[in-house]
């Protein structure tokens, strides 16, 4: 459907049609208890980490902006981190020990036990993503998977995996979602906490 691109008019209707569709295939019992899982997270005074590459990095800081101040909880906030912001500490990783460890490292010296990693990956193939995720099952945080094209090593990992079941390399649409699941929680949390 959004192969070609023919005229801008015609390929616009197919692209959104085509989101259209993919909304329609996105599980809202595994979004609901994603959403559970973050409430709890915060009942319990723990941290949620993000990570992703190129636009699922911008997804990851989005989510965090949404979660720790959209929701306006200041008295008991969600404590919410992305591990693609601070660029010191990426290119040093990235520089000395290899761009694999630039999530692992960030890890090491920040989680604890029962926190969450959510990890964004279009292909869920990213060493760097499977490297933390790896780790964090084996110290005992929740592992939270946004996915798409097949799902990669990234879906068969995590212990919730919400997947965008787009064709392998359409980043646009993939990512569009992931986007909307983003607008889509921190919508929940406003509306939620609104008359507190």
């Known amino acids: 459907m959004i192969d070609k691109?023919?005229?801008p008019k015609d390929f616009s209707m197919n692209y959104?049609?085509?989101?259209?569709t993919l909304i329609d295939d996105l599980c809202v019992e595994k979004i609901s208890s994603f959403i559970?899982?973050?409430?709890?997270t915060r009942d319990k005074n723990k941290t949620i980490f993000f990570i992703g590459n190129g636009g699922s990095a911008s997804t990851a800081s989005h989510f965090v902006n949404d979660i720790s101040l959209g929701s306006r909880q200041f008295e008991k906030p969600f404590?919410?981190?992305?591990?693609?912001?601070?660029q010191a500490v990426i290119t040093a990783i990235g520089n000395d020990d290899g761009y694999e460890n630039?999530?692992?490292q960030q890890l090491q010296t920040q989680a604890r036990t029962d926190d969450v990693l959510v990890s964004i990956s279009a292909s869920g193939n990213s060493p760097n993503i499977i490297k933390a995720v790896n780790w964090a099952k084996k110290n005992q945080l929740s592992t939270v998977g946004l996915s798409a094209f097949d799902g990669?090593?990234?879906s068969k990992l995590v212990d919730l995996n919400i997947h965008v079941?787009?064709?392998i390399g359409e980043y646009g649409p993939a990512e569009d979602l992931h986007m909307v699941i983003c607008g889509l929680?921190?919508?929940?949390?406003?509306?939620?906490f609104k008359d507190d």
Not at 16 to 20: A, E, G, P, R, T
Not at 79 to 86: Q, V
Not at 185 to 192: I, Q, T
């Open 185 to 192: 929680v921190g919508s929940f949390f406003r509306a939620y």
């Open 165 to 167: 079941p787009t064709k």
């Open 5 to 7: 691109a023919s005229q």
């Open 79 to 86: 404590r919410a981190l992305s591990l693609c912001d601070n």
């Open 102 to 104: 630039i999530f692992v």
């Open 152 to 154: 990669g090593e990234l």
């Open 16 to 20: 959104l049609s085509y989101l259209k």
């Open 36 to 40: 559970e899982l973050i409430l709890k």
